[in-house]
C-alpha cells in the first residue's frame, strides 16, 4: 500500500487499482472543529483536480480535491454522519471516499508522506 499526499493537502491511500482519499491532520489543523461533510456518492466520476467533497468548519468551508481520476467506489457516509471522525482520525477513520482509479500515472507528482511533512514544515 503506499501512501501520496497533495499541495492541497489530500492524502490517498493506494492498494493495487483502489485508492481512499481523506485530508491531512495538517488541514483538519488548519480548519478546526469540523461541523459538516459531505462526501460523494458511489458511481460519480472524479477528475484529478476537480472538486469531490466539502468539508465546513467553525473557521471556514473547503472543497476536498480528487488528488487522481477515477469513479468513486464509496463515499464515508461514517464522516456525513459524525463529521469530527475528521478531526480525530484525518488519515485514518476519517477518510472521505474510496475511488477505482484510471490512471495510475496520475500518481507522479504527487509528494510521499517524508515530501509533504517537510513542505508542511515551510507553511
Avoid at 460519480?44 to 467553525?58: C, I, N
Amino acid at each position: 500500500m503506499s501512501l501520496y499526499f497533495t499541495r492541497d493537502h489530500e492524502w490517498i491511500k493506494v492498494d493495487g487499482d483502489t485508492a481512499t482519499v481523506g485530508i491531512s491532520d495538517h488541514a483538519q489543523n488548519a480548519l478546526g472543529d469540523i461541523v459538516f461533510a459531505e462526501v460523494p456518492d458511489a458511481g460519480r466520476q472524479l477528475t484529478k483536480g476537480g472538486d469531490a467533497a466539502v468539508v465546513e468548519s467553525v473557521k471556514a468551508a473547503s472543497d476536498v480535491y480528487a488528488p487522481v481520476s477515477g469513479e468513486v467506489i464509496e463515499g464515508n457516509q461514517a464522516v456525513a454522519d459524525d463529521p469530527a471522525l475528521v478531526n480525530s482520525d484525518p488519515e485514518g477513520e476519517g477518510w472521505f471516499f474510496k475511488l477505482r482509479l484510471s490512471d495510475q500515472g496520475e500518481l507522479e507528482g504527487l509528494m510521499d508522506e517524508a515530501a509533504y511533512r517537510e513542505w508542511v514544515k515551510t507553511l
